[in-house]
């Protein structure tokens, strides 16, 4: 196991709400980066979060947002859930912004 | 244009059987590769680094050819327990973070 935890497992909401995921980083990492994988395709990179400031962003629109607290854990927030929102979650902690990156559980999300 | 693109699966293989799997990346800037595996409903986990050199690890090998931006792996004396998706990753650093791009995965079945 990687040591990357992952909250909620699975989670179900509705179009037009509010979700929020959690994500504990591996000791001693301090960077988090998180992805979205939709069914039958790779992981798509969101953002990352590195000292507790984004670092970095995909092409996502800016309902996705994100935290990160001074212990590292991370959260992602998405306003006003879509139905193509629905996906596997994935964070990934690592020791720096250029370090190998590991995977948690992912939490996945189904928008009705 | 997809930044990394695979082979369409499935790829139905017997056990014993060798069976190869090609990738492209578009982005002459990326800079390393690696070939996750994806087990059903799990976060992807890291198989190996992919180097120009090759590097073989067990039954597996891989060979990246900068020139052509092109990633292999061969799987050899397949096993049940190789059957999973593939995913082929490049890492872009740009802007003072690491993206990790992964294609759409190529997913295999070992069969008895």
């Known amino acids: 196991e990687t040591g990357v935890t992952q909250s909620p497992t699975h989670l179900i909401k509705t179009r037009g709400q509010q979700v929020t995921l959690r994500c504990s980083s591996q000791?001693?990492?301090?960077?988090v980066s998180w992805y979205q994988q939709a069914l039958g395709q790779g992981p798509q990179f969101i953002f990352q979060?590195?000292?507790?400031?984004?670092?970095g962003r995909g092409n996502f629109p800016p309902r996705f947002s994100g935290l990160q607290f001074p212990n590292y854990s991370s959260e992602l927030n998405v306003n006003a859930l879509e139905l193509d929102d629905s996906a596997l979650y994935l964070c990934?902690?690592?020791?720096?912004?250029?370090?190998?990156?590991?995977f948690g559980p992912g939490t996945r999300l189904l928008v009705l | 244009r997809k930044e990394v693109e695979q082979d369409p699966g499935p790829f139905n293989v017997p056990e014993g059987a060798t069976v190869a799997f090609n990738c492209t990346y578009s982005?002459?800037?990326?800079?390393?590769f690696f070939w996750y595996r994806q087990d059903c409903r799990k976060e992807p986990k890291l198989l190996m680094s992919?180097?120009?050199s090759g590097n073989e690890d067990g039954r597996f090998t891989a060979q990246l050819n900068r020139a052509s931006q092109y990633i292999s792996l061969l799987i050899r004396d397949s096993k049940l327990s190789d059957s999973a998706t593939y995913l082929c990753?490049?890492?872009?650093?740009?802007?003072?973070?690491?993206?990790?791009?992964f294609g759409a995965g190529t997913r295999l079945a070992v069969h008895p």
């Open positions: 990934a902690s690592s020791r720096g912004p250029q370090e190998t990156q590991y």
């Open positions: 000791s001693g990492h301090n960077t």
């Open positions: 979060y590195y000292r507790e400031e984004e670092n």
């Open positions: 982005n002459s800037a990326s800079q390393s």
């Open positions: 992919v180097y120009s």
């Open positions: 990753v490049v890492n872009l650093f740009s802007g003072g973070y690491n993206k990790l791009i």
